[in-house]
């Protein structure tokens, strides 16, 4: 009983079988365990090389490809290929086992230890915009369209953004449109994981004055 990649474990009453019901050495009793006439059916454990197949599940690689694959040993630990696919407007987050997954199961060059072939998906985060809303001021909003999941921005000067808002200075930036306080100044940095509005909070600035009296 030979079968190329494959080892033989015994014999099963059932051809789905992935365990032996028994061994090639076992003995059988007719009385008890066969009262019927009965198909045995050999079970086989794969031992040849697995595929991992990468699916995009949306992304692509370089050549236009929607899924690329990997040949590993059959039991041996092996890290993943780095991802190469790419998708626009989403940030690789892992790799999933099934298509509408959520979840990462295996991220970037994981290792993984197969005995037979795998099938994984991309899971893609849509990247999120960020938009600075100059609330009441004079100029344009400052947007930052699809900045990639879980990287940061850094606030801007009011120079920077070319803002006016009469004798009134840039504070900095709140998340309520209504807030006379700051969340952020300029040159503070933020990681962003989600669509977000920033308001600018405008202060008039004060002014000192100081007498003095001369005797």
């Known amino acids: 009983k030979t079968r190329e990649n494959y080892e033989f474990l015994g014999w099963s009453t059932s051809s789905m079988a992935i365990s032996a019901t028994y061994t090639e050495s076992s003995s059988i009793s007719y009385s008890s365990q066969l009262t019927t006439d009965t198909t045995l059916y050999a079970v086989w454990k794969y031992t040849g090389p697995v595929t991992i197949t990468f699916d995009g599940n949306g992304g692509t690689v370089s050549d236009g490809s929607t899924s690329v694959t990997q040949i590993i040993d059959n039991g041996v630990s092996t890290p993943l290929n780095e991802n190469t696919f790419v998708r626009d407007g989403f940030t690789f987050m892992g790799w999933a086992t099934s298509k509408n997954s959520t979840y ?112």
């Not at 100059?134 to 940061?152: A, E, H």
């Not at 004798?167 to 449109?177: V, Y």
Request: charged share 10%; proline share 4%.
């Open 104 to 215: 990462v199961y295996y991220n970037d060059k994981d290792s993984v230890n197969a005995t037979n072939h795998l099938t994984i998906y991309a899971v893609w985060k849509e990247n999120p915009s960020v938009v600075l809303n100059v609330n009441g001021g004079s100029g344009s909003n400052k947007t930052y369209m699809k900045v990639p999941y879980n990287s940061s921005i850094t606030f801007p000067t009011q120079e920077e953004l070319g803002w006016t808002n009469g004798t009134k200075k840039l504070l900095g930036f709140a998340s309520s449109s209504s807030s006379s306080t700051a969340l952020y100044k300029s040159g503070n940095s933020i990681t962003i994981t989600a669509d977000t509005t920033y308001y600018a909070v405008w202060v008039e600035p004060v002014s000192l004055n100081i007498s003095v009296s001369l005797p």
